[in-house]
């Protein structure tokens, strides 16, 4: 029963987030496994099964632009977190339908709720690595019969190869590159990738970020204590497959170790902290966006529903808040003077596309704006609520 009991709580208890597309089975999205990455160069999944993508093909205007969102699903920070992933979706390609519908949002194609890419290329990238994209660990582990992997570096660049040789990406003349969640985090750990990438195929190209939800601050409560494995010891059994209120530090610290991470996070950060030897806090959201080239806009709740659970601990919600709006001005839009963000105060993760109105304008239209006037001196850049804690009238439009 306690094992029953701890697989449940991984399923309802973990991931309990929504993003604002329904992932369904079904629909116009074509599957592509990355079979060859995976011979070639092991892009597995944490059970060892293909990386896998989902695209629907651009028309019109949009024939050459392209969004490509990476799949949230919070991250695997033991190895009992990582087992347990290893036979869902989140952690096995073996599952996935052939086709798929990717829902609204981002994914939208009526104009009216997405004029900026209602009719660009999409690609959904399937979030199988437990790690953000990020793993590099060139080593297997066996653990309770079972072989894990932490290859999510080679999963993005094998999709990244099949998107420029195979599906049009090399001839973009834009690119937005996002997620939510997690997928939050990979878009500030990887949008510079994404961006060089394509730049070395079409210079001119406008690439930029576009995190959902994805600015996890570093933060470790004081009454939480850091062990070397502190989400495996003995008294945290119970909530196995859910980050420990306060220790979000800790588990991404694990994260970021276990994968090997340091390969395939952003580059400029790793320089910037090799010589102190705290690598790992390029790993976290609010360290990495101080090193980001590309411009970035994030979509973010001050009082993000997700940290309020999970990473505020002794805190109080408006000092987590207060932080998390002081940090998106001063880490990431202070040395990045084409970023921006959409800060809302309602107390939300993910999910609240077009449902929350700052400054006459909803999400999708403060992006446009945002997008359009890029590189123009006196352009609006910061949509920010500033609603004290807790607000109900800042959640609707």
């Known amino acids: 029963m306690k094992t029953l009991s701890l697989l449940v709580c991984f399923f309802a208890c973990s991931y309990a987030w929504t993003e604002p597309y ?8 074509k599957k592509y496994l990355m079979t060859d990455a995976a011979k070639e160069n092991n892009a597995v999944c944490l059970d060892g099964s293909p990386g896998a993508y989902y695209f629907l093909p651009g028309s019109g205007s949009g024939a050459n632009k392209w969004y490509v969102h ?3 699903g919070g991250w695997c920070e033991s190895l009992d977190d990582c087992l347990g992933r290893s036979k869902t979706g989140l952690g096995s390609s073996n599952g996935y339908p052939d086709t798929a519908g990717l829902g609204g949002g981002y994914f939208d194609t009526d104009q009216t709720q997405n004029p900026l890419m209602y009719n660009w290329n999409k690609v959904f990238m399937r979030y199988c690595d437990g790690g953000s994209f990020s793993g590099n660990n060139a080593s297997a582990q066996e653990y309770k019969g079972t072989t894990l992997h932490w290859r999510g570096m080679h999963i993005r660049e094998g999709i990244a190869e099949d998107l420029f040789s195979n599906r049009g990406l090399d001839k973009a003349t ?8 997690a997928g939050g985090l990979a878009t500030f750990l990887h949008t510079d990738q994404w961006c060089d990438a394509l730049h070395t195929k079409n210079p001119e190209a406008k690439c930029v970020g576009l995190p959902d939800s994805g600015f996890f601050l570093d933060f ?5 204590k850091c062990t070397p494995d502190s989400a495996q010891s003995s008294e945290v059994q119970p909530l196995l497959g859910n980050t420990i209120n306060g220790d ?3 588990g991404l610290k694990w994260t970021y170790s276990i994968q090997n991470a340091t390969a395939g996070i952003n580059k400029d950060c790793v320089a910037a902290h090799g010589a102190t030897g ?3 806090k390029c790993m976290f959201a609010e360290h990495s966006s101080e090193h980001i080239r590309s411009p970035v806009f994030a979509m973010q709740s001050q009082y993000d529903a997700w940290q309020t659970g999970h990473v505020q601990g002794e805190a109080s919600t408006q000092a987590l808040g207060n932080n998390i709006t002081s940090r998106i001005q001063s880490m990431l839009m202070k040395n990045n003077k084409e970023s921006g963000a959409f800060l809302d105060s309602c107390h939300h993760h993910c999910g609240a596309w077009n449902s929350i109105r700052i400054d006459g304008d909803l999400v999708s239209g403060a992006i446009q704006k945002w997008y359009d006037t890029i590189g123009q001196a006196g352009a609006k850049k910061l949509w920010n609520q500033n ?3 807790p607000c109900n009238a800042c959640c609707k439009p």
């Open 387 to 389: 609603k004290p804690y």
């Open 174 to 181: 834009d690119l937005v590159v996002s997620g939510c969640s």
């Open 278 to 280: 705290d690598v790992w």
């Open 248 to 250: 979000y530090h800790c």
């Open 70 to 72: 990476h799949q949230g």
């Open 22 to 29: 329904k992932f369904t089975a079904g629909g116009s999205a």
């Open 220 to 224: 470790q409560s004081p009454g939480v």
